[in-house]
């Protein structure tokens, strides 16, 4: 199984901060990375697909990059309703599996 | 619009079965393939598997191929998750997410809460 590693696993930012979420997969996954977002109580929320393409309605301060191993999310200026917990997830190869989260709160 | 709808929270005994869920609408449901993901408490996300939604045939994650059985009444744009003999480790919310061959997971249902306590 391909494990995906996310770092860090708690994040404090504040308001107009540039963040950056990191995802290590334990094989190459050929840019099939997913980012979600999901808020308590919530079914997570697609943000990027295939590393780099933003979904429809998503605002245009997300971003994704990586390539192989390594993948990033980044918020380019953080705003109060970003925070919530990001998972990157692969669907290069079975099993599909997910990274453990990142929760992202706001100072 | 596109919606993922899933039945309501269960609460279950060690040993019973329970059935939740899934009515898609406002697109084809079989032209995208209904995948089945688990969120234990205060855990991340583990996918189970996914049912092909022209055929029926499921294709299950290793943890679940024991109890889970994935089904579909295609009439109704409805997929089914059963899980049999319930244990303590079941206790989890479960959702709904189709499969875009572009975006994967791309909606969701809103989840359902099982708790299995004695």
């Known amino acids: 199984d391909i494990q995906m590693t996310q770092s860090p696993s708690l994040l404090s930012a504040s308001v107009g901060d540039r963040v950056t979420i990191n995802c290590k997969a334990s094989?190459?996954?050929?840019?099939?990375l997913n980012w979600y977002q999901q808020k308590l109580g919530e079914a997570p929320k697609l943000l990027i697909y295939?590393?780099?393409n933003l979904q429809t309605g998503i605002p245009s301060r997300f971003s994704g990059s990586g390539s192989g191993t390594d993948y990033t999310l980044t918020i380019s200026s953080l705003q109060p309703e970003d925070f919530g917990t990001y998972f990157c997830?692969?669907?290069?190869?079975?099993?599909?599996?997910f990274g453990s989260g990142t929760k992202l709160e706001i100072k | 619009q596109i919606q993922l709808v899933q039945s309501g929270p269960e609460l279950k005994k060690p040993g019973e079965s329970v059935k939740i869920s899934c009515k898609a609408s406002g697109y084809t449901f079989t032209d995208y393939a209904m995948n089945w993901v688990k969120q234990a408490p205060g855990n991340g996300l583990k996918w189970m598997g996914w049912i092909n939604t022209q055929t029926g045939k499921p294709t299950y994650a290793d943890d679940f191929k024991q109890r889970f059985v994935f089904s579909l009444e295609t009439s109704a744009s409805t997929a089914y998750l059963q899980i049999n003999n319930l244990n303590i480790e079941d206790t989890a919310t479960y959702f709904c997410?189709?499969?875009?061959?572009?975006?994967?997971?791309?909606?969701w249902g809103q989840g359902v809460m099982v708790t299995v306590s004695s």
């Open positions: 295939n590393t780099n």
């Open positions: 997410t189709r499969w875009d061959t572009t975006a994967p997971f791309d909606y």
């Open positions: 094989q190459n996954i050929n840019k099939y």
């Open positions: 997830f692969q669907h290069n190869s079975w099993p599909l599996t």
